[in-house]
C-alpha cells in the first residue's frame, strides 16, 4: 500500500513537470528558492542538479506512456553508498504517530496527498527504527543510495537512517 501511495504521489508531479514554460498557466507557482542547510547536511541544490531523460514506451493497442530516468551529476554518484545528514521536512507514508518509511525534501509538505516539489528533492527514507512523527525540520543521518531504475520513480534513498538531535 505504501509502494502504491508513492508511486501515485510521483506520477502526479511527473505531468507537472513534463510542461515547457510555454505550455505552462500562470496560476502555477514557481518553486521558491531553496533553503539554507543546518550543520552538515548536503545541500538541496546538490539534488535539484539531477536531470531526467525520458524515453516513450507505446503500449499494444496505441496507448503510451513515458519511462523517466534520472540523470545523475558526478558529485551525485560519489556521494552513493556514503554516509549522509539531510536536513528538511518529513511527508509521511504511513498513518502513525511513529514513521520508519516516508519522504523528505526542503520544503514542508503543502497537500497531505502530493509533495509538490520535483522528483529530484525528494528522498525515500527506511529509518533504523520508527522515529516521532513531526511537521518541523527534521536532521537525518544516513547511508545514500542512488536508484535510476525505481519503478515507482523514486531517485535516491536515506537508509538506515537515524534521527540527529
Known amino acids: 500500500m505504501r509502494r502504491l501511495l508513492l508511486v501515485f504521489l510521483l506520477l502526479l508531479a511527473s505531468p507537472a513537470l513534463a510542461l515547457?514554460?510555454?505550455?505552462?498557466p500562470d496560476s502555477i507557482p514557481k518553486m521558491p528558492p531553496l533553503p539554507k542547510v543546518?550543520?552538515?547536511?548536503l545541500p538541496w541544490d546538490i539534488f535539484l542538479e539531477t536531470k531526467e531523460k525520458q524515453?516513450?514506451?507505446t503500449f499494444p493497442g496505441g496507448g503510451y506512456s513515458f519511462e523517466v530516468t534520472p540523470i545523475f551529476t558526478d558529485k551525485m554518484k560519489e556521494l552513493n553508498g556514503k554516509e549522509v545528514t539531510l536536513?528538511?521536512?518529513m511527508f509521511p507514508l504511513e498513518q502513525s504517530e511513529k514513521q520508519a518509511n516516508f519522504l523528505i525534501g526542503p520544503f514542508?509538505?503543502?497537500c497531505p496527498f502530493h509533495y509538490h516539489i520535483?522528483?529530484?528533492l525528494v528522498v525515500e527514507v527506511r529509518t533504523k527504527k520508527p522515529i516521532a512523527f513531526s511537521w518541523d525540520e527534521i536532521t537525518l543521518k544516513g547511508t545514500l543510495?542512488?536508484?535510476d531504475k525505481?519503478?515507482?520513480g523514486v531517485y535516491y534513498f536515506l537508509k538506515n537512517a537515524e534521527a540527529v538531535k
Open 118 to 120: 520535483p522528483p529530484s
Open 20 to 24: 515547457t514554460v510555454q505550455d505552462a
Open 87 to 89: 536536513y528538511g521536512f
Open 55 to 57: 524515453k516513450k514506451v
Open 145 to 147: 543510495e542512488l536508484a
Open 150 to 152: 525505481d519503478p515507482n
Open 38 to 41: 543546518k550543520g552538515d547536511a
Open 108 to 110: 514542508p509538505p503543502s
